[in-house]
Structure formats: C-alpha cells, structure tokens
Nanobody, 124 residues
Framework: EVQLVESGGGLVQAGGSLRLSCKFS????????IAWFRQTPGMEREGVSS????????WYADSVKGRFTISSDNAKKMVYLQMNSLKPEDTAVYYC?????????????????WGQGTQVTVSS
C-alpha cells in the first residue's frame, strides 16, 4: 500500500527557513516520482518541486527556484523540501504526492497518491 505522510510545517517569519519531510512507503523512488504541491483556499493546487532517483531528475516552479531545494534519502524512504528565504506568498498547505514514472510537478492531476498535507504560514 502506497502511503505518504508530511511533517515539518509551521509558522515562520518572512526570510526564515523550514524543512518539510515526506515519509513514503509501499514503493521505491527508483520507480516513482515524488512531488511537493501547495494550495491556498480558493486556489488551484500548485506544483512546487519534484524528484525521482531513477536518473536524479528534479524540477522546480519558477516561483521557488533558488530558494527551495528538494532531496531524497531512499534508505530512509524520505523526501525533503528545504525552504529558505520564505515569503508570505509561500503560505499554503503543502502536500507531497507520488506517481509511477516521471512527471514534473506542473502536472498535479497526474499524481495518483497524496499525503494529508502540512500547513506552512509565513508572517510578514
């Protein structure tokens, strides 16, 4: 059974940092891609970043390039999203999701398995 559990959200001041974690089970990252998405009330779910270890591919939304870094630890079955230089507009519920194969996070509706989400709030 595929499962994903996010953690690490919280309240941080603008300019600060947070690291989100996604614990996955039921698959290997060699075969799957994992992505981070975010969503605010009334808005479409937005792709933030994605990773697969099959060839080391990563993808980032333009809005987070240079500030966020996605990484994985296959032995621990963890994917991380290091978020630096946070801005109030980064405030959202952040979800990790998985799909068999490689699909970049700008295609959220192709992702099949989803975690429950973790709230990130950036105060100005």
């Amino acid at each position: 059974e595929v499962q994903l559990v996010e953690s690490g959200g919280g309240l941080v001041q603008a300019g600060g940092s947070l690291r989100l974690s996604c614990k996955f089970s039921g698959f290997t990252l060699d075969d799957y891609a994992i992505a981070w998405f975010r969503q605010t009330p009334g808005m479409e779910r937005e792709g933030v970043s994605s990773i697969t270890s099959s060839d080391g591919s990563t993808w980032y939304a333009d809005s987070v390039k240079g500030r966020f870094t996605i990484s994985s630890d296959n032995a621990k079955k963890m994917v991380y999203l290091q978020m630096n230089s946070l801005k109030p507009e980064d405030t959202a519920v952040y979800y990790c999701a998985a799909i068999l194969g490689w699909v970049t996070a700008d295609h959220p509706y192709e992702y099949e398995y989803w975690g429950q989400g973790t709230q990130v709030t950036v105060s100005s």
